[in-house]
DNA sequence: ATCAGTTATGTAATTAGTTACGTAATTAAT
DNA sequence: ATTAATTACGTAACTAATTACATAACTGAT
């Protein structure tokens, strides 16, 4: 069974669980080997319990990890065999307040020994090996509360999306696209307006010959994202930055981010000072773009754009 | 929850299925979220299918580390949804042979990148740990394939036990206990001889004042083993190893080696050569520590108990 | 050729947890 | 003083594995 060499690393989690099981069944033997009618299963809420004093259930599922039903649902075994006993909150009568009996305590007292038995295994054990399993699942813990598994794959992910994403100048070959991906999302959301007409069909004319840029971003030489920067006619600023278009087929490519990026880095080679766009807030995740990119809500200035109804600048 | 710093490392496998279980739940949302139909529990099954040529439901489950009956399962429900084809092995009819369909292929080049991500993820994890996880779990599985968490723990016990044992000379307070802790097992096993009897019910004349020795093992001051040297009248052997008697209750305290090996100091004290002994080869623990403490077969010598088969004799 | 034992597999029941949901009690906000 | 929101906890349904058991097919020794 060298299944784990040859998988590697991404079925840790098989991993854990199949070592988490075999101690497990390792347990219940014990249990029954040391005398005790407890269930292995009780002894995370059995062992807090022989600890303190009473607690409520959700204090106990707390501590030990688990949900609450599954506290709960131990509880009324333990309870049946009389274990423990419950009593109503007295000053909150929704809580169930737990704690050992007279024969909780005294199977409290007995299990010791094997409590001492499983501990010294276990230290003698872990002192044969070189790696220590139970700090690295601490570290492990810590590394997940800080930071979730999902989130790291994910981040990953578009690290190695993105770096098939290839920022290229336009050329005619991509005016379609260009159009195309600015219709998808301006008539999701909005109606396109005589403005929009103008330049998405005619771009040499209304933006790169009046001194203005247009970038694609190509995934697998596909050009799924676009953006342009239009020379302004304005005392304050110099470009603006419009016409952002990413195509959901491409979502958490970083396109926009890198098209975002691009963009600004060919406003400095132009010799830009300050750069202004206009979005609309409901644009929740194109508005936290502007943001990370640098962008500063502004206020104060007409719009040709009935949609428009934020206006950001930055100076590069 | 700092359950586990409070319950120490007797609660590992606690530990080891909550991190399984916060692994396991990602997961499901990492299959989710690349857009397979994939379930994450057919990960291993799927693998091991994707890796290499046909193979039957054991011997996955052998590679895997599952039962046949999880594999079983699992394949049915990759077949239902055709990512696998079942055929009925063609020399073993029984053999239910599966391989992936042209479906499971394709999806099995689709879930390339998701492998590479989580695999990134991990190792970058990994990288920030001190402990190796992925290292440890391989040694805890190489050291339980060695002895289980149960025998280690067996040993243990056996351990703290035999220290609460002390071996005491007789005195006639355990006259008694001498008496009965003998007739409890030679009359389980066989009849009581004329023989036991003398020596039973008058130790001091028949064994102390002819040159022997007795020796009693107290479990927490209760006596519950006890052994006689007794003087032997013969050319070759000087003490015979007798009477020694331990109490069921204290079975696995380690009493009887405990008891022999101070026998046998003792008669180095007592200046022997050779002691020897008779048994019967039905009482195979028996047999088994006089091996131990290192009692030879020896053949040819007259025996004066009936229930005698078997002798054996050590130079100390 | 036959019969006992072994092997491959499937089905059913069990286990130790989970999430989803409902209800009663408490607390907070008008 | 209501009403809305939150909290505590129980019940039900689900999940991913297991063990126990049944059955059919094969193998080997008479």
Request: hydrophobic share 40%; aromatic share 10%.
């Amino acid at each position: 069974m060298n299944f784990y060499e040859k998988a590697g690393k991404k079925a840790i989690g098989s991993r854990l669980r199949q070592l988490s099981d075999r101690i497990a069944e390792d347990a219940t033997q014990l249990y029954a080997l040391y005398g005790t009618n407890l269930h292995p299963k009780w002894f995370p809420v059995f062992y807090v319990l022989s600890q303190g004093q009473e607690k409520t259930i959700t204090a106990i599922a707390e501590e030990i990890g688990h949900s609450h039903p599954s506290v709960s649902k131990i509880i009324s075994e333990m309870s049946k065999q009389q274990y423990v006993v419950e009593e109503k909150g007295k000053k909150d009568r929704r809580k169930n307040v737990v704690r050992l009996s007279a024969k909780g305590l005294e199977a409290a007292e007995k299990i010791q020994d094997q409590y001492e038995d499983v501990g010294n295994a276990i230290e003698d054990l872990s002192a044969q090996t070189n790696h220590d399993l139970w700090k690295a699942l601490g570290e492990w813990e810590f590394l997940l509360d800080q930071k979730s598994l999902l989130q790291r794959v994910v981040a990953q992910r578009k690290l190695r999306e993105s770096s098939l994403v290839r920022i290229v100048d336009y050329i005619p070959e991509y005016r379609s696209a260009f159009r195309e991906l600015n219709v998808e999302w301006i008539s999701t959301y909005f109606k396109m307006e005589e403005a929009d007409y103008k330049s998405l069909d005619n771009p040499e004319d209304y933006i790169l010959n009046k001194g203005g840029h247009i970038l694609v971003a190509l995934y697998r030489d596909e050009p799924l994202g676009v953006c342009a920067l239009i020379k302004m006619n304005h005392p304050e600023f110099d470009y603006e930055l419009a016409k952002m278009a990413v195509s959901p087929k491409a979502q958490g490519k970083n396109m926009g981010w890198l098209l975002g990026q691009a963009a600004l880095d060919k406003a400095r080679e132009l010799g830009a000072q300050k750069v202004f766009l206009e979005s609309n807030t409901i644009l929740k995740p194109a508005i936290n773009l502007y943001h990370k990119l640098g962008f500063q809500k502004i206020t104060g200035y007409p719009s040709p754009y009935e949609r428009s109804n934020i206006q950001m600048a930055i100076t590069v």
